[in-house]
């Protein structure tokens, strides 16, 4: 059964940074898209940013120069440093992976606040 591991999230100053980090778990998994999405209390799930295997890139406009989405294909885990966060960043942000279906992560709070 595939498991996606995250950490990372936090409560964290405006201006301030954090890295998360997704781990899939299974030998035999190999998923064609990695990325992350996030939930603001009471907002739709929004994109955040994918990467595929070959190294393509794919990021919401507003996040593109702040946020940066990596992948290590052998140990199967996405990462996505943030920097220069404010408080509309504030969400739970899921990990999620494309297999032949869809994987998601239990979610991790990031909090941007003075």
């Known amino acids: 059964q595939v498991r996606l591991v995250e950490s990372g999230g936090g409560l964290v100053q405006p201006g301030g940074s954090l890295r998360l980090s997704c781990a899939a778990s299974?030998?035999?998994?190999?998923?064609?898209?990695m990325g992350w999405y996030r939930q603001a209390p009471g907002a739709q799930r929004e994109l955040v940013a994918s990467v595929s295997t070959g190294g393509s890139t794919n990021y919401a406009d507003s996040l593109k120069g702040r946020f940066t989405i990596s992948r290590d294909n052998a140990t199967n885990t996405v990462y996505l440093q943030m920097n220069s966060l404010k408080p509309e960043d504030t969400a739970v942000y899921y990990c999620?992976?494309?297999?032949?279906?869809?994987?998601w992560g239990q979610g991790t709070q990031v909090t941007v606040s003075s």
């Open positions: 999620y992976a494309l297999a032949w279906r869809i994987y």
């Open positions: 299974g030998s035999s998994f190999s998923a064609n898209v």
